[in-house]
Nanobody, 128 residues
Framework: QLQLVESGGGLVQPGGSLRLSCAAS????????IGWFRQAPGTEREGVSC????????TYADAVKGRFTISRDNAKNTVYLQMNSLKPEDTAIYYC?????????????????????WGQGTQVTVSS
């Protein structure tokens, strides 16, 4: 009933850009914070960026600050992750996830354990 579907991944060269989308069905995102997480082979899933239900509060991992931008369009029930200046170390499966909450989002709270509705992931590969 609660479903999130990621799209927009692919293969890009270093320095390139991708825009990931996370579309929700079965529920509306109006009252949900959304996080983007990624997991590379042999690593633990890490928080990339999170956004509050209203979009007024965002957080970013240090590794992506200045390069990635999270946004949301609640009318379209979709959250986006614009990724610029991509690096090989950005290569991972990217997941979006939701948790029902309102208010400000903190970097400390942008952790996978706090999110319970997950998409299936989309592969991002940055390579020459």
């Amino acid at each position: 009933q609660l479903q999130l579907v990621e799209s927009g991944g692919g293969l890009v060269q270093p320095g390139g850009s991708l825009r990931l989308s996370c579309a929700a069905s079965g529920f509306t995102l109006d009252y949900y914070a959304i996080g983007w997480f990624r997991q590379a082979p042999g690593t633990e899933r890490e928080g990339v960026s999170c956004i509050s239900s209203s979009g007024g509060s965002t957080t970013y991992a240090d590794a992506v600050k200045g390069r990635f931008t999270i946004s949301r369009d609640n009318a379209k029930n979709t959250v986006y992750l614009q990724m610029n200046s991509l690096k090989p170390e950005d290569t991972a499966i990217y997941y979006c996830a939701a948790r029902r909450t309102v208010g400000l989002i903190t970097q400390a709270g942008c952790v996978s354990g706090r999110y319970y509705s997950w998409g299936q992931g989309t592969q991002v590969t940055v390579s020459s």
